[in-house]
Every structure is written in structure tokens, then in C-alpha cells.
Nanobody
Framework: QMQLVESGGGLVQAGGSLRVSCAASGRTFSSYVLGWFRQAPGKEREFVAAIDWTGANTIYADSVKGRFTISRDNVKNTVYLQMDSLKPEDTAVYYC????????????????WGRGTQVTVSS
């Protein structure tokens, strides 16, 4: 089992920045792909970004490319999502997830999930 706990969400004005974190415990963190997903009220959960175990390879949703940056610290067992130039449409609950092996955009490919942290962007 792997436990994932998100933190760092909050309220920010449009154009502002926020960094959310996800601390992992349990299984060997460094061997897993880590991903961020988000879900807005009334919408399906959608992919945001993912990073492989080395930290050298990342993928992003088109809607956040150039504004968000995913990174990881395998010593601290933590993955980060730096969010810049935030827009009201970025408002959602942000979830951290983990899976073995390959990067993926698909939520059902991920085995472990955190409970989420709320990010609200005001206009």
C-alpha cells in the first residue's frame, strides 16, 4: 500500500501562483510514476500532469502546459505541482496519484490516490 496526502491548496486570485504538495508513505516512492489530476464540481476527473520515477520525463494536459510544473523529491518522498498564471477555470479539487512503470494520462491506470486538496481561483 501507498498513502498519499495532498497539501497546499487554497484561495488565490486569477494570475496568481500556488504550489500543492503530495507526501507519500508506504511503498517505495522512487519507483512510481506520480500524477496530478483535478475534478471540478459536476465534471469528470481530468489529467493535469505526471512525472516518471527519474524526474526527467513529464507530461502535461494541454490546458496547463506552460503554466504548471510538476517535480518530485525522492528523498523527501514528495511530489509538487507549481501552478502559475492561474485562471478561474483551474478551480477544482486536486488529487495526487501513483502507478508503477510508464507515464499515463488515464486515471484508471493509477493504483493509489490521495484525498485531494481544494484550489479556488477567484476572478
Amino acid at each position: 500500500q501507498m498513502q498519499l496526502v495532498e497539501s497546499g491548496g487554497g484561495l488565490v486570485q486569477a494570475g496568481g501562483s500556488l504550489r500543492v504538495s503530495c507526501a507519500a508513505s508506504g511503498r517505495t516512492f522512487s519507483s512510481y510514476v506520480l500524477g496530478w489530476f483535478r475534478q471540478a464540481p459536476g465534471k469528470e476527473r481530468e489529467f493535469v500532469a505526471a512525472i516518471d520515477w527519474t524526474g526527467a520525463n513529464t507530461i502535461y494536459a494541454d490546458s496547463v502546459k506552460g503554466r504548471f510544473t510538476i517535480s518530485r523529491d525522492n528523498v523527501k518522498n514528495t511530489v509538487y505541482l507549481q501552478m502559475d498564471s492561474l485562471k478561474p477555470e483551474d478551480t477544482a479539487v486536486y488529487y495526487c496519484a501513483a502507478k508503477p512503470l510508464m507515464l499515463s494520462y488515464v486515471p484508471r491506470d493509477y493504483n493509489y490516490w490521495g484525498r485531494g486538496t481544494q484550489v479556488t481561483v477567484s476572478s
